[in-house]
């Protein structure tokens, strides 16, 4: 559990904040790219880490992110016309280029406009547009990006979206990072009993000696709930190793990967399979969005595998096209009883819904101090013991870990089944090479 004031000091990410000014050091996610679809398109609202903005494409489809108020008489910049390479204010025709200088003030003589503009200056963020995703960072001489694997695949081969998430970024984090949960939350429900997903509602697939591990791990996370954790440290974050019990004396491991600080790659898949990463980005203090990203390193992702996506599939929540999910808070996530009792262990509808209902159900923000931790929470108080020691360096002038080494974020997360020789270090180099993480640490 957490004393109540690192619970407050982890939750809160709003300007001035320890947190906040941690979360600052970093890039974030701030838009799709195609939430701004064509050059002087309509500006969109944005509220990142508790701050209000305005983010627009300019005439030569550059984007730019910036306070909304005019200095003027502070009119809203949502209204204003985007033209000309800025954003024109409709009050009194006051104009902001991308970088968030004034460039023309229209109702003053040329002489006052040129002594004012300097002075009617608005925050401007530093942008980067890279792999479908608008990057914002609130400082102005930043790092390059961190170099996730997902941005140097062609485009196509990833699909990305977002999704509201309605309750604090980090037990939204917390619930992506406890691969435990997978061994009920996710389950299917056959007779009464839990079962595979594959036998969500029908007679159990044959398992034996031929049965595929693709197929065979979903078994697995059924009948050993109770997997066993290590952790390890490298320059990024944290590689979580979960092992459950296999078949023939076999270990099964689902790794995922938190890096700081606010993204995860996801277990679940082996090589051959796609991949996928999630980045929880506040909103506020009581919601964040979800930014979703799936790809393959040496093929394209299907039509097929699109489709599924938009339509809710797995990490991927159905959502409207505010990007707001079908199944939330209002609704109860559509929970279907009767579903609960024949074919899955919720009776909500896909993965994404499921992790959705039990974070937000623990209030919009947490209480960690009534907590009753157990050994397959080692991950979360390793992840927040991290976040909160980045939260440390830079109240102390430091640079938090893994801000400025984007190399480091160059990482895999996945699965492998080992043999009982196999130690972790062994697990760890055969499923992954050199991207478990730059200095990684074996305990």
């Not at 990142?48 to 809203?76: M, Q, S, W, Y």
Request: charged letters at 25%; a negative charge.
């Amino acid at each position: 559990m957490l004393s109540a004031a690192d619970n407050v000091r982890l939750t809160q990410t709003g300007p001035g904040t320890p947190m906040g000014r941690t979360f600052r050091k970093y890039w974030m996610p701030a838009l799709l790219s195609r939430e701004l679809p064509n050059p002087d398109c309509p500006p969109v609202r944005l509220k990142l880490l508790g701050e209000d903005f305005v983010a627009f494409r300019d005439t030569l489809g550059k984007v730019g992110i910036v306070e909304p108020r005019c200095p003027h008489r502070g009119a809203n910049l949502f209204f204003g016309r985007n033209e000309a390479c800025g954003l024109r204010c409709i009050y009194h025709g006051w104009k902001f280029d991308r970088h968030g200088n004034c460039v023309d003030i229209p109702n003053a003589t040329p002489e006052v406009a040129a002594r004012l503009m300097p002075r009617a200056s608005i925050e401007a963020l530093t942008v980067e547009e890279c792999g479908d995703i608008v990057w914002a960072h609130f400082g102005d001489s930043p790092p390059p990006l961190p170099d996730f694997e997902y941005l140097s695949v062609p485009p196509e081969q990833r699909f990305v979206s977002k999704k509201l998430q309605q309750c604090n970024w980090a037990q939204a984090v917390e619930g992506g990072l406890d691969t435990a949960h997978f061994s009920y939350l996710h389950a299917g429900i056959y007779k009464g009993e839990k079962a595979s997903l594959l036998d969500a509602g029908k007679r159990p697939t044959a398992k034996g000696e031929n049965e595929p591990p693709n197929q065979a791990r979903l078994r697995w996370l059924i009948e050993d709930g109770a997997p066993r954790f290590t952790v390890l440290d490298h320059d990024a974050g944290l590689l979580l190793c979960a092992a459950r019990t296999a078949d023939f004396e076999q270990t099964y491991w689902r790794m995922t990967q938190y890096l700081l600080p606010n993204h995860s790659l996801t277990p679940g898949n082996f090589p051959e399979d796609t991949s996928l990463m999630n980045t929880w980005v506040p909103y506020d203090d009581e919601s964040c969005w979800i930014f979703c990203y799936a790809w393959h390193p040496d093929r394209e992702i299907s039509d097929l595998a699109r489709e599924r996506y938009l339509k809710g599939n797995g990490l991927f929540a159905e959502v409207d096209d505010k990007f707001i999910p079908v199944r939330r808070r209002e609704n109860d996530y559509l929970v279907d009883r009767d579903m609960q009792q024949s074919v899955n262990y919720t009776g909500i509808g896909n993965i994404s819904e499921q992790d959705q209902a039990v974070a937000d159900s623990q209030g919009v923000i947490a209480d960690r101090t009534q907590e009753l931790l157990v050994q397959t929470d080692l991950g979360i108080t390793r992840f927040r013991a991290t976040i909160l020691n980045a939260c440390e360096a830079v109240e102390c002038g430091n640079q938090p870990k893994g801000a400025s080494n984007p190399a480091a974020y160059r990482v895999r997360s996945g699965d492998y089944v080992s043999q009982p020789t196999e130690s972790l270090a062994d697990v760890v180099t055969e499923r992954f090479g050199d991207r478990c993480g730059q200095n990684i640490v074996y305990p």
